[in-house]
């Protein structure tokens, strides 16, 4: 793109030294900052910290299935258990996770602007989100809940004895974060394009983004409304959902997976966005159909509004409403499968590093496949009845969850660690971290599709009246454990590589846009001056891989005498 | 279908089950061709277009709408296909014909409380005749619940506050799951039991007994059939013979023992005469009865002692009363030990086929619980 903010060799030098990252030191300018870059980073740490809980409790909910009468914990222990995995996975990670950090580093870096549009709202947004993971966590250690993520009524409104209260004002608080988030994802992506930037200009992570963010904005607040209704009715006995007072429990299932639906493509739409832009650069190829790749987020995001009654098939729904819900979960499968061939044709005639962001990309288009077809199974009403709230269903949403929107997150890390850190990892590890989760993963969670087909239900602590489960319970705890490894590595090299690392240089994959245009860190105002975008998107001529920028050619040469340590590929 | 110890299918058992499974593995041969394809696509790609391979790059594309078009049109039509497979399975599932045999069903934390149409009641295991359409009225009394039953294909939500239904027609005889599959609360993973589906013949019987095998005996009944299977009547017959004395009309008359002492033939005697008949020899007799003590249990000694007493009199000599010819194996007190044993005696008991008990339709409820209490 632009070249005219490159700083090279010496300028680059000395920005370098003054960055983001060591601009202030004090506690206070973290806790106080505006800067988005520095508040991706708290995000980070504290997704980072949820998620690690998360999955002890995952990590539990296994060791416990190991055995079809259990291990050591009592069933209302394991109900808070994977309750507590479920809440704390989707609420304070999965929602937030790539939005908050990557979406917060990188949509002012992509979009050539100095910060979000609201700063202050940015870092107000941290606050709820840690407001609400307090409480959360707080409910989850004074007393727990045992209702399952979905807080079905009328258990959660007039029977489950746990921490519903709390736990449920946590989220409605960290739904604020959410909706805030959005809100200025939009207004920036719209207001602070830098000149030459036009939306067909902008990198498909932009696009996924601003998806996501509308999704945020129209879906959460129901959910928000939806759970503090259920609140009032344990508190005040407002009768909306409990039958005994005269409300309809099933109501709160077509409000829960209003929000819900969509929160699905909440989840995945992001992983998209970093698939989109690890499948481009590692190809150094412009993205296949860039136009259908944008616009099929827009599709997702459209129909996913509609699509809610799937979950429902045996709720009591009618049966003609259930009978239109599959048919618009068909037609939004097509959307999906736009990109999985865009992706696939856009490798088609590259130049392609196996670096290990692309390995984590090709990962993820080979489990995302999976989950994303099992998703017919389950969006056929008929096939549904037999699956529907067995393992099977765990199964699809963990290819979808854990295989799609982690494996992203993943190898959006890897790519975007030597932006935001300034600092370059081992590229053998992390490759070989990337077949660790890529086998761990099908592990876990292939058995599960099996053993789901064969009926057992999720959410079960026992099985000993069906032992013939156990053998698939076993791999699966198994593959967990190599998942669990895969998991906790990249936090070892990945934290090493900020003291033994090689420095990073503005743009050590080649990659092309404009975060790699700045210095890695960043400086705090981003660009030293107002870049000015002269080139298309994904600029890149796979047949010879020169970039067309002399200034490109440039800064490679600087960067292979500087260190060459992840370049090496580029030397073919 | 299984691999070692591996299932790869839960069994197939209803009509539903029938239907769905095509279905079912269509979806898997598209699932597996379109994976195949986009995994071998990639792993071919990144091979040969990985930088430094000498693969032709030129005139690459960026964009072709027929190209588009052709994996935008294709999997919307496969998707519609299946769609329209799905929703007819669905719709079969949704539509119960008219002739259904009906069942009740009330979900609350942590059982199922079954109610056929005649009355008889069980819990937390659901009888159904193979062959017949079956609906199942299904409410909640507290919370959600799914009725699940994965050998059949079927499941429902159980709500509380209004009816949903479920049905099915069994298709092969056998014990299969049944989950609750909608998260209830603590004991949810143990709100589950057995779907039973029994021959319609077999069924026809178990409701007209009020829910138990064969009908329900009382205790001079069932003392017969010991009495019969450990063949008392090799010796103590109708009249004292050589080898014992007769047992009609035994009880509350003093016996008179080689001692010369004497006892009242109570209860307590007549249990101590099975179990250990060395202790009193009646004058007359010597040592030559087998010693029961421990080939029957108490609640064996308690019906043969029942059935001793009536010895003789009008009650005792009703062969149909007393044996019922269609038992099954399992048919007498599962929980007796001697279950086996007591069913061959049944058998080598019940050589003619017309002695079919007489059905009582009466009011199997009453029935259902008194043999429930006896399990107990």
Known sequence: MSSTVIPSGELGQQAEESNYLNVKHTIASWLLT????????????????????????????????????????????YNKVFSSHGILMVFTFLVVA?????????????????????????????????????????????????????????????????????????????????????INFVVTIHKMRAPGMTWFRLPLFIWAMYATSLMMILA????????????????????????????????????FWFYSHPAVYIMILPAFAIVSELIANFSRKRIFGYHFVAFSSLAIAGLGFLVWGHHMFVSSQSMYESIVFSLISYLVAVPSAIKIFNWMATMYKGNIRLQ???????????????????????????????LTATYFVVAHFHYVMVGGTMLAFLGGLHYWWPKITGRMFSDGIAKVNAVIVFVGFNLTFFPQFIVGWLGMPRRYHYYYFAPEFQAYHIMSTLGATVLGLGFILPAFYLTMSLFTGPKAGPNPWGAHGLEWETSSPPPTSNFTETPIVMDEVYDFDPVSDHAKDLKDIEERNRRRSEEGYCGSEDDN | MSFFNFPLAPPQASNIAQAYDP?????????????????????????????????????????????????????????????????ALFVKIKTPPKNCEQIFVIGKQWMWHIQ?????????????????PVKLTMISQDVLHAFYIPAFRVQMGVVPGRY???????????????????????????????????????????????????????MEQAGAKIYAKVHCDNCHGAEDTLHAPSLYGIYNKRRIFADGTSLLADDEYLRDSIIRPYDHITAGYGETMPVYQGQLTEEDVLNLVAYIKVLGTPIATTPTSIVNRHSAPTAVSPTNESSALAANAVQANTPDPDATPTRRVGSPAVGAVAAEGRNR
Not at chain 1, 147 to 153: E, K, N, R, V
């Open chain 2, 164 to 218: 949903t239904e479920l049905w099915f027609t069994a298709t092969q005889a056998g014990e299969y799951h049944l989950f609750c599959n909608m998260y209830c609360g603590t004991q949810h993973s143990e709100m589950g039991g057995k779907v039973v589906a029994m021959d319609p013949k077999d069924y026809a019987e178990w409701l007209s007994n009020g829910g138990q095998s064969v009908a329900p005996m009382s």
């Open chain 1, 356 to 386: 290990s962001p692309m390995i984590y990309a090709i990962a993820f288009l080979m489990i995302f496949t999976v989950g994303g077809l099992t998703g017919l199974f389950l969006g056929a009403a008929g096939t549904d009845i037999h």
């Open chain 1, 98 to 182: 790539i939005p908050a950090i990557f979406g917060n580093f990188l949509v002012p870096l992509m979009i050539g602007a100095r910060d979000l549009a609201f700063p202050r709202l940015n870092l107000a947004s941290w606050y709820m989100y840690m407001t609400g993971g307090t409480l959360i966590l707080a409910g989850m250690i004074f007393g727990g809940v045992d209702t399952g993520w979905t807080f079905y009524t009328p258990y959660s409104s007039m029977y489950s004895n746990g921490q519903v209260t709390m736990v449920i004002i946590g989220i409605f608080i960290a739904g604020f974060s959410t909706i805030t988030t959005g």
């Open chain 2, 116 to 132: 056929h149409s005649n009355g008889v009641r069980e819990n937390n295991t659901l009888h159904v005749p193979v062959g017949k």
């Open chain 1, 220 to 255: 959460t607040p129901v959910v928000a409304i939806t759970l503090l209704l259920v609140v009032y009715e344990r508190t005040f006995k407002l009768p909306v959902f409990s039958p005994e007072l005269g409300g309809d429990p099933v109501l709160f299932q077509h409000l």
């Open chain 1, 34 to 77: 505006g800067d988005h870059k520095r508040i991706a980073l708290l995000y980070l740490v504290s997704t980072s910290f949820f998620f690690f809980l998360g999955s002890i409790a995952a990590g539990l909910i296994r060791y416990e299935l190991t055995s079809p009468a259990g291990v050591v914990l009592e069933s209302e222990t």
């Open chain 2, 23 to 87: 279905v079912f593995y269509a979806l898997v041969a598209l699932s597996v061709f379109f994976t195949v394809i986009v995994c071998a696509g990639v792993i071919l790609f990144a091979i040969r277009y990985k930088a430094g391979t000498k693969a032709d790059r030129s005139r690459p594309m960026y964009e072709n709408l027929p190209l588009e078009l052709t994996w935008t049109i294709i999997p919307l039509l496969l998707g519609l296909v299946m769609f329209y497979f799905g929703t």
